[in-house]
């Protein structure tokens, strides 16, 4: 029997799996586009081409994250047979400032239960969890748990607009979409995994030429939430056409200005890229975005103790 192979190479992708892989198509195929996309925003389609920005002056960049944890699965119970489930979950975050040396600027931590049913909130010897009324009416723990990921996005917003008030900053590089974030000033989202394919075929090969400090051409994302974008190409040892290629996108902004900003980010992302021997996603999660990650965890504290001081609390 014939059979037909088609070309191209396997090859292993250099994230460790224990964080997924940084090309993860989401629910549309891979010929459809999730929305609306303009591509002839900075150059026409039949212009694109690889992008390196010009040379800058190093200037000071914010980086803002957070981080969650479930603490504990909750259940709301009756004498008459009813029950709710719930959880008790602590979220952290917080922003690095970077001018030579990086500096943790500010970090905030905040507990919360989520329960369909109002409860008083839960005071502990080691912490205190605040109730907060999910938006679901369902009995849906994989509901709460995406609510949870909306507790976190808000105090990343809460951060995020605290550093933004700060004239001295060139930059701020959001670890995620630019969603809810658009108000923050010089605000770029920096997106490490594609869960969509953007580009039409027309255009899409440009992503496989960058090199190293490249970027592509702007584009324009409608739908909800308008946006433009670009793909940027970290350091790295290149394994495939998308090995090390992140996504920014920033608010819908005067063409000059937004030029000005994907420029930035491309002149000054670089630098950050992280080491495959000191990242498991490398070099997409960068430096500064993997220290503070790990103080964040460290402030959401100790997660035995945690557990045991709601099961005394509870009991």
């Known amino acids: 029997m014939n059979t037909t192979r088609p070309s191209g190479r396997l090859c292993v992708e250099a994230w460790s799996p224990d964080y997924g892989a940084p090309l993860e198509d989401g629910g549309a195929g891979a010929s459809e586009e999730p929305t609306e996309v303009d591509v002839d925003i900075e150059l026409p389609a039949a212009s694109w081409r690889p992008l390196r920005p010009p040379t800058m002056e190093r200037a000071t960049v914010a980086f803002v994250d957070g981080v969650r944890r479930i603490d504990a699965s909750l259940l709301w119970s009756t004498d008459d047979g009813l029950y709710h489930p719930g959880l008790a979950a602590s979220v952290a975050a917080g922003v690095v400032t970077c001018n030579g040396r990086a500096e943790i600027s500010r970090l905030e931590v905040d507990r919360v239960v989520l329960l369909p049913v109002e409860v008083p909130s839960v005071q502990t010897r080691h912490g205190a969890w605040r109730y907060r009324p ?182």
Request: aromatic content about 4%; charged content about 25%; overall charge positive.
């Open 134 to 315: 999910p938006q679901t009416v369902r009995d849906d723990p994989g509901q709460l748990s995406i609510e949870l990921q909306q507790v976190m996005a808000d105090l990343e917003v809460a951060v995020a607009d605290g550093a933004g008030r700060d004239d001295e900053l060139a930059m701020v590089v959001i670890d995620g979409p630019i969603r809810r974030r658009e108000q923050v000033r010089n605000a770029v989202g920096h997106i490490k995994t594609h869960h969509h394919r953007y580009l039409p075929p027309s255009v899409a090969g440009v992503v496989g030429e960058l090199d190293a400090g490249e970027r592509t051409p702007l584009f324009a994302i409608g739908g909800p939430f308008p946006r433009l974008s670009w793909y940027l190409r970290l350091p790295c040892t290149r394994e495939h056409a998308w090995s090390g290629v992140v996504r920014n996108e920033i608010a819908v902004l005067p063409l000059s200005e937004a030029i000005a900003l994907a420029d930035r980010a491309a002149a000054t992302l670089p630098r950050f890229a992280s080491r495959p021997s000191r990242d498991p996603r490398a070099p997409q999660n960068l430096t500064p975005v993997g220290g503070l990650e790990s103080r964040l965890r460290h402030r959401l504290g100790d997660a035995t103790l945690l557990y045991r001081a709601l099961r005394t609390a509870l009991a």
